[in-house]
T-cell receptor
Framework: QQQVKQSPQSLIVQKGGISIINCAYENTAFDYFPWYQQFPGKGPALLIAIRPDVSEKKEGRFTISFNKSAKQFSLHIMDSQPGDSATYFCAADRRGYTGTASKLTFGTGTRLQVTL | KAGVTQTPRYLIKTRGQQVTLSCSPISGHRSVSWYQQTPGQGLQFLFEYFSETQRNKGNFPGRFSGRQFSNSRSEMNVSTLELGDSALYLC???????????FGEGSWLTVV
């Protein structure tokens, strides 16, 4: 059972454009939604994360939009650069009030290519 | 501050053998988790340890096991290796309380 669905599988964007990756989850107990960036040969690195009490979070060129009622969240990369070319994973975790990490459920990944 | 360190980075094993992978978390982090990454199944959670106790376990057969030592270092073991166990095994650590999960660069396991 895939609890976090991610789309698209791959994405090609021109330099300066906006990259948008979408995720949907099923488990309403999830309360922490991070996005990870992975370059070839490297482990995933946290980009940005959001909790369901806010609808949007922005850090630099990266923005997460969160729709709790639709159980969807998305990553927007503004002014995309060739250096952003990587695989992006959304994830979800259930941390609760104790904040106990960590059993991340990952989406299937989106391979982003930013062309010149 | 050193990141999550995994050893070995690359290894090749034969079907039926066993393998042990090692992970040193970020200093001060007491939570260590393991993930398997394959092209077909993506990133899947194996198990998580906190203060030497397994707190969470994913849906993997009993051939996959792990442990955590008093210094928070962790090992995972896969016995009776199968071809399908070929994967990137990622270790991650966190301070354990609502904090970021940091990943190592992984151990590439090839089973032949």
């Amino acid at each position: 059972q895939q609890q976090v669905k991610q789309s698209p599988q791959s994405l090609i964007v021109q330099k300066g454009g906006i990259s948008i990756i979408n995720c949907a989850y099923e488990n309403t107990a999830f309360d922490y939604f991070p996005w990870y960036q992975q370059f070839p040969g490297k482990g995933p690195a946290l980009l940005i994360a959001i909790r369901p009490d806010v609808s949007e979070k922005k850090e630099g060129r990266f923005t997460i939009s969160f729709n709790k009622s639709a159980k969807q969240f998305s990553l927007h990369i503004m002014d995309s650069q060739p250096g952003d070319s990587a695989t992006y994973f959304c994830a979800a975790d259930r941390r609760g009030y104790t904040g106990t990490a960590s059993k991340l459920t990952f989406g299937t990944g989106t391979r982003l290519q930013v062309t010149l | 501050k050193a990141g999550v360190t995994q050893t070995p980075r690359y290894l090749i094993k034969t079907r039926g053998q066993q393998v042990t992978l090692s992970c040193s978390p970020i200093s001060g982090h007491r939570s260590v988790s393991w993930y398997q990454q394959t092209p077909g199944q993506g990133l899947q959670f194996l198990f998580e340890y906190f203060s030497e106790t397994q707190r969470n376990k994913g849906n993997f057969p009993g051939r996959f096991s792990g442990r955590q030592f008093s210094n928070s270092r962790s090992e995972m073991n896969v016995s009776t290796l199968e071809l399908g166990d070929s994967a990137l095994y990622l270790c991650a650590s966190s301070s354990g309380l609502r904090n970021t999960i940091y990943f190592g660069e992984g151990s590439w396991l090839t089973v032949v």
